[in-house]
């Protein structure tokens, strides 16, 4: 077979989804789509990203004895009383963060104005074929209805925030389009060529795992958003259409071989944190769609495309398995994609199918440009896309590592614009944090948890008896705050004005936690190392304690970009401060077993297996750990196993990069990409239809955490140099990669080859400077050999052979 690099970008579909795992997903950081490609009867699930239950006054206040509870979890945890300091924890629960919701489904029907017949519904024949186009943003379906042959195409425009859905057909069509929803319906309206529906949300969704607690809905447009969808059409219908009933639930436009239907949603929400917006704020969509008519369909997609292949294009990758060996574009378009996942995990994966791996790369991308977007929220557990009502966790944001994973490949993926609505939440986190801090820890600075919403919750959530292992965690802001000092390193330091504040208010409250731990070092208490447990010598199991090593190692790193992101301020108190505790901060340490200890004192796990690798938080994504904790590190990992949930896995790739090792990097994408188990629970990974990664269920950290896995095993920069192909696998031994960023700003372009014993080796590097703040002389190093560039003058070519300078470009 003859291919091109396009099929590295495409999905394949050769049958109409069953289910939302199997739809094709679209997006523009706020309108959010998943495109089932049904024939006869089509639906296109709709997302507004800004579409939450409750509202600014749902976030409840910590308990009023919170400093009380802590210091005295701090007193019994000094003495070894494990059970009375659970207690105390659980006594500053709150309640839970509100849930992200689905909105609205748009449903067409297509009946052939001539004849009729039984549809097939394209199940496993040659007339149906969907394909998601990732250069594109774009869903292509094509089938054959009855005799009729139909195409249908979908995008959702980031330039113009409407979805439009185009038909043709080569022969009249009747297509009825409707509009329904979950939610409250407030109002349906219909006109000749335009549908509205207007709903409520509910005031309170408590997440899944609180069972007892209904989901409550509230007439008052105060305590609860209001949200609409508004749809219109042109066609070229040759049959005039009946008039518009008002009581119709459908639009109905008869024989018609064109169709246009664009559509935009609107909330009341302000902002997060923000109060509610007064209903006016909906006739935006209908305001929306009416500009984007203005301009017409051919230029709405044509703004789309430039506008999402700038951005989408930045990176390209190619993998080949060899020496001579198939391009991974050869295999690429054989067959539907999920008959490739399917096929692919029944041999060797990196070898029978390469370009699956490259194909998951650049889904995670895409995937990362379509749900998060300057003028969005942040990407959820499950991205901008849900169709529950009450979906795992709220689909919500988790703050312990799923809302940190779906950006670790911003940076070095040069889509650093993605990862603004990040840096908007965690603005607002600091005000509604700083509140948290005092009332619960009579603290300064800035505190959030485990869980966040669109309102800004930041207090430890429960309802007084859940567990603290995932309810107690107040180290989130100070990751979340790391997080994006990174995204300065990478190369936007426009951001750092917005940046340092944050930082400031998290070391606030960060020196207020530290106590002394004895030998003239400072510690944590209470503390937690994520969702995990350890033995108490008395034989029980605890998830409280003191000095988790992820806590010591998060507080280091936020010291440590407090320093190297200082204003120049002799007099900054604060500053010194940070200088005085940084040096008191242990590091990480081996303990039992030769492993990486993960609490102090290094008890022994209660879940060796964990899927949470807390404890090598420094290695990655942290700024790396000495050469010596390598063996420690390696043989940590090992003690946790390979087999995990989909975000774990990829992190498992990551740190394996960061250790240099090819072969588990390998061994561990062979486990992400197979086909996820049928069930709904467990910790197995794996893919659905629509290569969605599964925790399981879905969860969208998996497909954007292995972006940065592989990004991680192609290039690194978090040590003060420019590492080349520091962990490519032996299968992927020919390939080249264009548009990597690398600390501190500095685009690479890489190209390998097999060497002499079928390794992958340096062919050929290109480092171009991206703004004057990387203007200077660098670091670069590939298979152990080092050379200084100075990119003073631009671009620089290195001649892998010799690690030389080959070319400056001007």
Known sequence: MTGTDGDLHRLVFDAPARSWLEAAPLGNGRLGALAHGGTARDRISLNDGTAWSGGPSSAPRPPADGPAAVQRARHHLARGEYEAATREVRGTQAGWAQSYLPFADLVLTLTPSQGSGTDLQGSGNDEYRRVLDLNHAEVETRFRLNAVDVCQRVFVSAPDSVLVVSVEADAPLDIGVELTTQLGVLRRDMGEDTAELRFRMPSDVPPPHEPDHPVVWSESPAEALRGVVHARLTHNASAASPPPDTDAEALIVRSVTRLDLVVATATTFGGIARPLLADEALDAAAETVEAALHLGVPTLRERHHADHTERYGRVALRIADGPGGRETHNNAGAGATWRRVTAAAEGDVLVDDPGLAVLLFHYGRYLLLAGSRPGGLPATLQGLWNTELRAPWGSGYTLNINTEMNYWAAGVTDLAECAVPLLELVEALAVTGAVTARELYASPGWVAHH?????????????????????????AGVWLSLELADLVRFGSPGLLGRVRPLLRGAAEFALRQLVPAGDG?????PSTSPENHFRTPDGGVSAVGESSAMDLALVAALFDAVIEFASGDKTDDLLARVRRARPMIPGPSIGRDGLIAEWRGDPAPAEPHHRHLSHLWPLYPGPGIPAALHPGAGASIDARGDESTGWSLAWRIALRARLRQPERVARLIRLMLRPAPPEQSGQRAGLYPNLFAAHPPFQIDGNLGYVAGVAEALLQSHAGWIELLPAVPAAWARGAVRGLIARPGVRVDIEWDADEHGRPALVAATLTPRGKHAWA??????????????????????????????????
């Open 451 to 475: 869980n966040t919403d669109a309102w800004g919750y930041t207090p430890p959530v429960g309802t007084g008896d859940a567990d603290p292992a995932w309810a107690f965690w107040p180290m």
């Open 521 to 525: 070092v400072l510690g944590t208490s």
């Open 777 to 810: 002389p660098v670091t670069v190093g590939a298979h152990g050999r080092r050379v200084v560039v100075d990119l003073t003058h631009g671009a620089v070519t290195l001649d892998g052979r010799h690690l030389m300078r080959r070319t400056t470009h001007p």
